[in-house]
Nanobody, 115 residues
């Protein structure tokens, strides 16, 4: 079992920045693929960004150039730096750890962007 805990959400004005953190348990964190997803009210969960064990990243088109995913294996933590936030970025943001074939989810952290 891998425990995943997100933090760093909050209320920010449009154009502002937030950094989300995601801590995952386990001594083999470095081999986990990690990802951030988000779910806005009334919408399906959307994949936002991923980072492999080797550090390769990918992003949804809607956040490219504004969001950056990174990881610190020494701290068992993955980050999502969010710049240029827009009201449409408002959602609950979820982190997951992937150890194929299993995926472990956190409880989510709320991000609200006011216009």
């Amino acid at each position: 079992q891998v425990h995943v805990v997100e933090s760093g959400g909050g209320l920010v004005q449009a154009g502002g920045s937030l950094r989300l953190s995601c801590a995952a348990s386990g001594s083999i964190f470095s081999i986990y693929a990690m990802a951030w997803s988000r779910q806005a009210p009334g919408k399906q969960r959307e994949l936002v960004a991923t980072i492999t064990s080797g550090g390769s990243t990918s992003y949804a088109d809607s956040v490219k150039g504004r969001f950056t995913i990174s990881r610190d294996n020494a701290k068992n933590t993955v980050y999502l730096q969010m710049n240029g936030l827009k009201p449409e970025d408002t959602a609950v943001y979820y982190c997951n750890a992937q150890i194929s074939p299993r995926v472990f989810w956190g409880q989510g952290t709320q991000v609200t962007v006011s216009s």
